[in-house]
Every structure is written in structure tokens, then in C-alpha cells.
């Protein structure tokens, strides 16, 4: 099993930033691809964001150019650093983790899910 708490949402106004963190456990974190997906009211999860072992990442399209994943497997924590942040990034955003190489966009590849945290961009 493994265990992911987010940190780090809030409210921003539109073109600000926030990080996101999430603090995994319970198994070794460095096998583990990593991903980053959120759900608005009304809509269904999308992929935002994912890293391989190996650092290899992934984007949206709506968010590419804007925000950065990483990770630091010394402290078995994956980041989503979020700039020029837009209203419609509005959501709940869940950390995931993958137990199987390369990066999916699709939420039904990962294993593993944190309880969210929410993300509230006024314009």
C-alpha cells in the first residue's frame, strides 16, 4: 500500500502561483510513477501532469508551458508547481502514483490516490 497527502492548495487570484506538494508512504516512493490530475464540479478527472522513476514527464496541453512536476525521491515527495494560474484551473487536485513504468493520462492506470486538495482561482 502506499499512502499520498496533498498539501498546499488555496485561493489565488489569476496569475499567481501555488505548489502542491504530496508526501507519499509505505512503499519505496522512487519505483512509483507519479501523476497529478484534477476534477472540477460538474466535470470528469483529467490528467494534468506525470513523472516517470526516471524524471521523464508529461502534460496537459491546457497546462504545459505553466506548470512543472518534480520530485525529490530522498524525501519521497512529488510536487506541482503551478504559475500564471488561470480561473478555469479551478478544481480539486489529487496526486496519484503509479505502480508500473512510463507515464498514462488516463486515471484508470494508477493505483494509488490521495483525498485532494483544492485549487480556487478568482479572476
Known amino acids: 500500500q502506499v499512502q499520498l497527502v496533498e498539501s498546499g492548495g488555496g485561493l489565488v487570484q489569476a496569475g499567481g502561483s501555488l505548489r502542491l506538494s504530496c508526501a507519499a508512504s509505505g512503499r519505496t516512493f522512487s519505483y512509483f510513477a507519479m501523476g497529478w490530475f484534477r476534477q472540477a464540479p460538474g466535470k470528469e478527472r483529467e490528467f494534468v501532469a506525470a513523472t516517470t522513476s526516471g524524471g521523464t514527464t508529461n502534460y496537459a496541453d491546457s497546462v504545459k508551458g505553466r506548470f512543472t512536476i518534480s520530485r525529490d525521491n530522498a524525501k519521497n515527495t512529488v510536487y506541482l508547481q503551478m504559475n500564471s494560474l488561470k480561473s478555469e484551473d479551478t478544481a480539486l487536485y489529487y496526486c496519484?502514483?503509479?505502480?508500473?513504468?512510463?507515464?498514462?493520462?488516463?486515471?484508470?492506470?494508477?493505483?494509488?490516490w490521495g483525498q485532494g486538495t483544492q485549487v480556487t482561482v478568482s479572476s
Open positions: 496519484t502514483a503509479r505502480d508500473g513504468y512510463g507515464t498514462r493520462r488516463s486515471p484508470l492506470e494508477y493505483d494509488y
